[in-house]
């Protein structure tokens, strides 16, 4: 297991993922009743941009570097970039939030989550970020185990009817992850089928991913969008140019809130030949 993620905290594939999610979280906050988070692939929460792994792939100059000196954004990106912005000093970008920490700020007193991760230090340095945050469970394990030992999740007497599991592997093995993810989703959606389920994934050569993105539509969920940013064509297997996620079961007119976004996105990230992607794979009934 070499994946660290410093080396690409705050690139574009984050910038997508962590609008995503806030926005998710946003809609799940507009009910009062309690929601259950399950991060299975957490990282080690915050990013410092300075450090040598950052500075060595630069890859958050062509990401959220680009995004942070635009004007009047789209409501999703707006929200993203305030929450940014809220663990820096005032016009300073010093820390880049990962997944967990974001949807930690989000959350309100009464939302649980639950962080895997399996690498031990990255796991130490999460727990750290969390030692106060009581509402913040932190987990050194395997995140897909995790889908199975902890859904549907009840803490103590409180059963969590909605929520969100965002999946984010490192894909360092591609062709063993997406078995996996296909195969740990059809589980968990059986097991907790309100929930929404994110899933992340990276966009090399298109074509390679039309057999994953087959089953997943196949999967037993009620809907399925996709959003994808593809920062340059993809003539390359080697490079990451772009991303994207499935959202089964996404909230109610996420596909709204997204699209105004990906075109902005497009315009500040992308290179020559930059495209997007929002998509209904199966529609809600
Ligand atoms: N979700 C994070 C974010 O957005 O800030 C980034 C996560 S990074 C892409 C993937 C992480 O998964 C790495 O920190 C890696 O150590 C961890 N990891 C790899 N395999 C895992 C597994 N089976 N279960 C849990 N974590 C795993």
Same mark, same amino acid.
């Given at each position: ?22 926005? +998710? +979280? ?81 959350? /309100? ?52 009817? /909605? ?18 993810? +296909? ?39 009620? !809907? ?11 003539? !390359? ?39 997007? /992607? ?8």
């Amino acid at each position: 297991m070499n994946y660290r993620h410093a080396f690409h905290a705050g690139n574009h594939a984050d910038v997508l993922k962590h609008i995503v999610l806030l926005a +998710i +979280i946003e809609a799940l906050k507009l009910k009062d009743s309690p929601f259950f988070v399950l991060d299975t692939h957490a990282g080690r929460g915050n990013y410092l941009l300075a450090s040598g792994e950052s500075r060595k792939t630069a890859e958050a100059e062509q990401g959220i570097f680009r995004l942070m000196g635009e004007a009047s954004m789209p409501d999703v990106i707006e929200h993203y970039l305030r929450a940014v912005q809220a663990g820096n000093p005032v016009g300073a970008l010093v820390a880049y939030p990962g997944s967990p920490l974001l949807a930690a700020q989000s959350m /309100r007193a009464q939302d649980r989550l639950a962080a895997c991760e399996l690498q031990p230090d990255e796991a130490q340095a999460l727990k750290s970020l969390f030692a106060h945050d009581s509402r913040v469970a932190v987990h050194a394990r395997d995140g897909y185990s995790a889908m199975k030992a902890m859904l549907p999740p009840r803490i103590g007497d409180t059963r969590y009817g /909605r929520g969100l599991v965002l999946i984010d592997p490192p894909y360092e093995a591609q062709d063993a992850e997406y078995p996996q993810i +296909i195969s740990h989703l059809r589980e968990a959606l059986g097991r907790w089928p309100n929930a929404c389920y994110a899933v992340w994934y990276p966009i090399k050569l298109r074509r390679s991913l039309q057999p994953f993105l087959r089953k997943a539509a196949a999967l037993p969920a009620k !809907s399925l969008l996709l959003a994808e940013l593809q920062v340059r064509p993809d003539d !390359s297997p080697l490079r990451l140019n772009g991303s994207g996620m499935l959202m089964f079961n996404p909230p109610w007119q996420l596909d709204k809130a997204l699209a105004p976004a990906l075109p902005v996105l497009k315009k500040a990230l992308g290179e020559a030949g930059a495209t997007t /992607r929002l998509e209904w794979l199966s529609l809600p009934e």
